[in-house]
């Protein structure tokens, strides 16, 4: 009998089946990418949080998971050390290739757990792309960052019992990150909080504040009307880091934090197990071609 945790690689040839039918048909690609995150986070703070939520979330609902996707879309980050920077056509390739050979295993549900804002001009185009041939499998994609510090503060004012490792120190600590208009979104405390319950060795909180993770504004004129061109977020965070000073992450925030971002996940992964519309929607299209 198989673990609720289902790993790809850990799985020996004969219990694939049985796999499939206990994650109804689910695999799961956590993927992240490999950049910059201020002075304070490791380059791979976006594959150690998919990589992480996706194997916790697991343990709740059962799917198999991938190996980590490490490699998304850096565009106009490949100047800094550490960067990974392929073109997006060789991902777009690679990751095609690679939903049609999980799907051989039997596996007719491919979910990417994103955890790189980066990444959806990529994922949406793949998720259509299928759509230029039959396939007897779906590819979709959510993303990890359902969750910001505001929840985690909401879940511990109205559910406190939930959380019962939190001290009222913590409690005042969180409340002093909201004392003042914040910065998130990179390299941000959704961030710090998760990469540090994951692997703390990899943080230094001692460092945050030498560099500045506010906004230079340079492109909001051109946002703020649903303007995009490539290069223009980091022409506004160019240390590539988007948060406010907060150099108080411990371990229990980390763990309260944490726990909110796997249940989030978890609903994800029992939906899609769920779902029955998007092979109908699948087979529906088959027949049109």
């Not at 943080?203 to 504040?209: A, G, I, Q, R």
Request: charged share 25%; aromatic share 10%.
């Amino acid at each position: 009998m198989l673990n609720n945790l289902m790993l790809w690689e850990n799985l020996r040839e004969p219990q694939f089946p049985e796999a499939v039918e206990k994650s109804k048909g689910v695999c799961v690609i956590p993927i992240g990418a490999m950049e910059k995150h201020g002075p304070h986070l490791p380059v791979g703070t976006d594959n150690i949080i998919a990589e992480r939520t996706a194997h916790l979330a697991a343990e709740l609902e059962p799917v198999v998971v991938f190996p980590t996707f490490g490699f998304g879309h850096i565009n106009g980050l490949q100047y800094t050390n550490g960067a990974i920077c392929f073109s997006n056509k060789l991902m777009l390739n690679y990751l095609t290739e690679l939903c049609r050979e999980i799907a051989r295993s039997g596996f007719k549900k491919i979910l990417f757990l994103n955890a790189h804002g980066g990444n959806l001009p990529l994922l949406y185009t793949l998720c259509n792309s299928m759509r230029e041939k039959k396939n007897d499998y779906v590819v979709m994609y959510a993303n990890s960052f359902g969750t910001s510090p505001n929840d985690l503060r909401k879940a511990i004012t109205e559910n406190r019992e939930g959380f019962p490792y939190i001290t009222d120190a913590d409690v005042t600590i969180l409340e002093k990150y909201f004392e003042k208009p914040m910065q998130e979104g990179h390299a941000d405390l959704d961030e710090l909080l998760l990469v540090h319950e994951s692997r703390p060795e990899s943080v230094d909180l001692s460092v945050m504040d030498q560099e500045n993770g506010e906004s230079t504004h340079r492109t909001d004129h051109l946002g703020e009307l649903g303007i995009y061109s490539g290069g223009m977020w980091i022409a506004n965070f160019p240390n590539s880091f988007a948060g406010s000073f907060f150099p108080y992450a411990n371990e229990r925030l980390d763990k309260a934090y944490m726990q909110l971002r796997i249940d989030y996940i978890a609903k994800i992964y029992k939906a899609v197990k769920e779902d029955t519309e998007l092979l109908k929607i699948n087979d529906e299209w088959n027949k049109m071609w």
